[in-house]
């Protein structure tokens, strides 16, 4: 399951051309997506919400589908 999460944070971040970071602790599945953007432009910042829930909805489908 852990790799499917990585492919989907990487997935989003190519169709937004959004670069998102991966913190992970596997041993215990933690894993910790950081979306980076520049917190001035406030069109980034509606972006990064949007990507946001689309990650939870995503991420959460495949722990409890």
């Known amino acids: ?3 499917k999460m990585v492919e989907e ?4 971040s190519k ?3 959004t670069p998102i970071g991966i913190l992970a602790y596997a ?4 894993l910790h997506p950081l979306v ?3 917190e ?3 069109d980034d ?8 829930q689309i ?6 489908s495949l722990v409890a589908p």
């Open 27 to 30: 041993g215990d599945g933690n």
């Open 40 to 42: 001035r432009n406030k």
């Open 15 to 17: 169709i937004y051309d």
């Open 36 to 38: 980076l953007f520049d």
């Open 45 to 52: 910042i509606k972006k990064v919400h949007k990507i946001e």
């Open 9 to 12: 944070i990487v997935t989003v």
């Open 55 to 60: 990650l939870i909805k995503r991420l959460l």
């Open 1 to 3: 399951m852990f790799p």
